[in-house]
Structure formats: structure tokens, C-alpha cells
């Protein structure tokens, strides 16, 4: 039940941000977010790097094949096992309140895995440093010091 509340009101904090009509879309950060998704829905990834405070937790994540689905679920599947979750790529509400000039802060990838507790690790509203058609390179956003890293590769 926690899942699919969760999944939910992200996809109406989604449509809500979307629907807002009265955002200047000439300095709307948020205007990236079909493009990235796109990118995201495309192929298979596995993470490279997961990186927790300073120690490199990848090794749990080894072998999984990540799928970011047009429905915002996140499958991560090794052999017969399958880890469903799920994702989005929100416009923080306040995106016209920052003056530090830097939008990449005010965009969210969240993600979400109820169980089992090393995927759990994985669920954040992360920032995005950089997506590209073969890398998503996030950040812990509440992270000063950028020690909270995650990134996935196309596989």
C-alpha cells in the first residue's frame, strides 16, 4: 500500500508541476524534463557507482539490469528475481525562488524501492548533476559536501 500511495502522489506532484501555467518557459529549469525522461525510458542501465557518504556500496547493486518504464516504474531484475519500484523527474514547486543561478538543484530524479533494504538505500530525491543517452549521473540534493552519489550506465 506504501508503494502505490507513494507512486501516486508523485504522479500528481508530477502532473500538478506540469499543468502550472504560469511559468516563463524561457527560464523554466523544468523545461528538460520530457527529454530526460525520454532518455531515462530508452534501453536497459545498471549503476556504475553507488556511493554512500565515502564508502562505494556498488557491489549490491552488481549483475541487476535497471528499466525506467514510461509508467514511472522502476524494475531492477537479476536472473529470476525482480525489484520493482519507481521513478520521476520532478520541477521543485520554488524553482523561481532560488536566486544561485544553478536550476540543475531545483530538478528532482526520485526514487523510490520499498524493500529489500539495500535498494531502499537507493530512494531519494536525488539531483541531477548530468543525464545523457549513456550516463545518469545523480547526487544526494540535501548533501553539501556531495558525498551521496549515484550513477547508471547504459548498458
Known sequence: M???SFFLLTLLFGFIVACSSDDDAGNNPGQHIPEWKETV???TWKISLYQDDIDDETHHYEG???????NNVL???LG???ITGSWSITQDDDWGDDDDGNHSDEIDF???FASPPNFEELSDDWEIVSI???KIELKDDLDDNDDDRLIFVKI
Not at 541487476?64 to 514510461?70: K, L, P, W
Open 80 to 82: 529470476d528475481e525482480t
Open 75 to 77: 524494475t531492477a531484475v
Open 64 to 70: 541487476y539490469v535497471f528499466t525506467f518504464s514510461e
Open 132 to 134: 545523457s543517452s549513456s
Open 2 to 4: 506504501k508503494k502505490k
Open 41 to 43: 525510458q530508452t534501453g
Open 110 to 112: 526520485n526514487i523510490f
